[in-house]
């Protein structure tokens, strides 16, 4: 591995340890503990509530997710990594949905438990979602497997799918919020570590506009809805137990559970899509100065070589001074 590689990847590997703590901190707060569980309740409750004229059309989103979705994706990602020959890439994209899939199911249905602490009824454990493991998976390989220039629109339009199906959740009484949390913990996992071993490509400062404004966006979206769940889970977290009641308990439970489901999915693009600009920059350094046109250079002395490997002799230089006559007989130069 070039040492301009290792950056990406150490940042990546801390990102992923930072995802993995934040799924059992989720787990342990909201799952383990009685008032934990009875806030999620109470957000799910008020999504429900809220959002209740939306489930026809939240089920019919989630219908949409199957088997067969899961291989047209791995098919879509991977036929545009080989168009762009790049295998190593398509296997990235590839390994990354099937392994954030595994993962949830894994730690849904054997790490994690859910205990019966009396808050609700006996359920099996729910975290983290699936539906939602797969439209975070599915956006995230799409962005690892775009062009240089595509990647700020596929970054905001995946984070808006990833936040649709999210919510859905919540509209539709599927999950509750920290179910969702997690899923685009464990897809953000697995994009940190796999987008820095997919290698960077050098962009030369390709799409620097788009990038900046799919940046704000997503800073925004993440900081907007982070913010907002935390506000709403504080003032939530202090009222329940019992479970807030009314239109205005509902609305910020409901209303915060949202805000935090789409605070996240904005986060977890914006930091693949600036892992992924690490590694661009990376490769960036790697490609040599001699590369690009060099202005004023020398032509070598020995007629019409070229410069330096890939380089361009621009302008005209002066030409050498005719060489000296040897003297004649007389010892004159000859006229």
Known sequence: ??????????????????????????????????????????????????????????????????????????????????????????LAAVALVVGALATTQVVK???????????????????????TTFAAAVSAAALLVSPVRLRPLVAVVGAAYTAVIGVGTLAAGWHRP???????????????????????????????????????????????????????????????PPEPTGRAGQLVAGVGGALGVGGAACAGLLVLLLLQRAGDRAADRMVPASSGPVVGARRPSGGGAAGPAGGTVLGEQPAAAPAARPPGPEGRSSG
């Open 109 to 131: 249905r054997l790490l994690l438990v859910r205990p019966d602490l009396d808050v609700t009824y006996a359920l099996d454990n729910s975290l983290p979602s699936g539906h």
């Open 178 to 240: 920290s179910d969702v949390v997690a899923a685009a913990l464990v897809v953000l996992a697995w994009g940190a570590l796999l987008a820095p071993l997919a290698g960077g490509r050098a962009s030369g400062g390709a799409g620097s506009s788009a990038r900046a404004a799919a940046g704000t966006v997503l800073v925004v979206g993440a900081a907007v809805g982070l913010a907002g769940g935390a506000a709403a889970l504080a003032a939530v977290w202090v009222a329940v």
């Open 1 to 90: 591995m070039t040492r301009g590689a290792r950056p990406p990847l150490v940042a990546g590997v801390l990102v992923a340890l930072a995802c993995a703590a934040g799924v059992v901190v989720l787990h342990r707060v909201f799952v383990a503990t009685a008032h934990g569980q009875a806030v999620d309740e109470a957000a799910l409750s008020g999504a429900r509530a809220r959002l209740w004229r939306l489930q026809d059309s939240a089920d019919l989103v989630l219908d949409s997710v199957s088997a067969l979705a899961v291989l047209a994706a791995l098919a879509a990602v991977a036929v545009a990594a080989l168009v762009q020959r790049r295998v190593r890439l398509a």
